[in-house]
DNA sequence: ATATGGCTTCCAGTGACTGTAACGTCAAGG
DNA sequence: CCTTGACGTTACAGTCACTGGAAGCCATAT
């Protein structure tokens, strides 16, 4: 299979899949003529490298959950803690987004939003008194 | 004021703020022995930065919002505009980062995590039916 | 005189792609 | 046989916002 068939079976660009053979994660077999060609199993493993990206593990965490996923004896517990550990990071964004998310809108509440020069967002972020005036 | 006061006293790494100069959204002045001086001026903006920054608009918004800063004939509409969009990018993440999250939690409560390799985590991100055996 | 710590510049590296250029290959149509 | 267009190849640069490190200058205390 062609990687453009590849990309479009996997959901992940054909660019991005080159990008991932550079760095040793698929080794597709070539043709004659030098196109790569991606058999079931580097569709299996082009699959699961997108859902793992999909869920937000970094390349190094997929290099090492193909492993885990190709060592048939590996332990469950590795693989949960590496998913522990990660959702662990994704509360941590989560949590830090809504704070920004809770003072930008409670700036953005204090605006009126008119072609008056008076804006509180840009006092807020200058640090001044930002409940004055708006 | 040198760099390491203005550091200090803003919050930025000193590396960063020579990046911010670098990519002139700050020009300290210099003294004889060529060091950075930052005045009260230039504090403030720092500090402006830091805060936008913290609060998650790029670079290039920073800049913007900058300039707004120091137009004193700006329109607030134009910075809440700014504001809106960002919040609304800030929403898109959050949403994005909680489905990674139901997602990948629903995986992991599925996994005993003991020593047998039978695991409903890689079983999910290889597509695999996540709901047997586990 | 020296040790330290802070300052300077410049260059390279990060993560995970993405864009672009320049070129080779393949199947279909004229 | 030739062209066209879609697809494939490589290699290199650019993205974003820093961050690290090397090599050297400056200031102060001992």
Do not use: W
């Not at 060609?37 to 593990?57: C, N, P, Y």
């Not at 048939?72 to 830090?96: C, F, G, P, Q, W």
């Amino acid at each position: 299979m062609n990687i453009g068939q590849a990309s479009a079976n996997c959901g992940l660009p054909a660019k991005t899949i080159r990008y991932y053979e550079d760095i040793g994660l698929i080794l597709p077999d070539r043709t004659d003529n030098g196109y790569r060609d991606f058999s079931e199993t580097h569709m299996h493993k082009l699959a699961f490298l997108s859902r793992a990206r999909g869920l937000g593990f970094t390349i190094e965490d997929c290099r090492t959950l193909l492993s885990l996923y190709e060592d048939t004896d590996r332990a469950s517990a590795d693989v949960k803690a590496m998913a522990r550990e990660h959702l662990d990071k994704i509360s941590y964004k989560i949590n830090e987004l809504k704070a920004m998310q809770a003072t930008l809108s409670e700036l953005v509440d204090k605006c009126h939003g008119d072609d008056r020069p008076n804006c509180p967002i840009l006092q807020g972020l200058a640090g001044g008194n930002t409940t004055s005036g708006c």
